[in-house]
């Protein structure tokens, strides 16, 4: 069982929005500002997507948004693209003498 | 362009050891930790450890501590993870990683190797 809990699917058709939820606890996501996500297609290194509860690297579109709300972190995704299937995973620090957990991930379909 | 480049699939026998490699390259490696995430079949990732190269400080999640080892070679650009005696419960993609850390703590992951797969047999 993963420290963060998130769905396990999600879907959406194409232009529509999603959100994906990550909830935890107040010593990892409730209590810090280190929440990230990352999206994973199969086979392939995990990408960065979302950083610091929101913020975005460049290079990744801002269809892709974040928010947290005490101990639940939230992903959106919105203008649904078919490109976007893949899993998707959150983590959180949890604390100085804790390198981090990660929610058991979910997998988004574009219908 | 900062690149993790894995060790290919292994396959082995519970009790055998084995040693994957993770080869950095696009930044200076020294000035970075860098460290591995298991995700075990139709799991979530789980941190197994990170280390500071030019130190070789090591980090160990719970889960892992005494179980695995990481190690670098600054000379060239190389992070590994070990294991002195396989189990059946091993078997998992290990990617390798490289956080971007604040005040000590792991902060975001920024680039991601591509996944090595070990499947430890009974």
């Known amino acids: 069982q993963s420290a963060l809990t998130q769905p396990p699917s999600a879907s959406g058709s194409p232009g529509q929005s999603v959100t994906i939820s990550c909830t935890g606890i107040?010593?990892?996501?409730?209590?810090?500002?280190?929440v990230s996500w990352y999206q994973h297609n199969p086979g392939k290194a995990p990408k960065l997507l979302i950083y610091e509860v929101s913020k975005r690297p460049s290079g990744v579109p801002d269809r892709f948004s974040a928010s947290k709300s005490g101990n639940t972190a939230s992903l959106t995704v919105s203008g649904l693209q078919a490109e976007d299937e893949a899993d998707y995973y959150c983590?959180?620090?949890?604390?100085?003498?804790?390198?981090?957990?990660f929610g058991g991930g979910t997998k988004l379909t574009v219908l | 362009e900062v690149q993790l480049v894995q060790s290919g699939a292994e396959v082995k026998k519970a009790g055998e050891s084995l040693k994957i490699s993770c080869k950095a390259s696009?930044?200076?490696?020294?000035?970075?930790?860098i460290g591995w995430v298991r995700q075990m079949p139709g799991k979530g990732l789980e941190w197994v450890g990170i280390i500071y190269p030019p130190d070789s400080d090591a980090r160990y999640g719970s889960s892992f501590e005494g179980q695995v080892t990481i190690s670098a070679d600054k000379s060239i650009t190389t992070a590994y993870l070990q294991w002195s005696s396989l189990q059946a419960s091993d078997t998992a993609i290990y990617y390798c990683a490289r956080p971007f850390m604040a005040g000590g703590v792991i902060v975001r992951i920024d680039y991601w190797g591509q996944g090595t797969l070990v499947t430890v047999s009974s």
């Open positions: 696009g930044y200076n490696f020294p000035n970075y930790w």
């Open positions: 983590s959180s620090n949890a604390g100085s003498n804790n390198l981090g957990v």
């Open positions: 107040s010593s990892d996501v409730g209590g810090y500002s280190y």
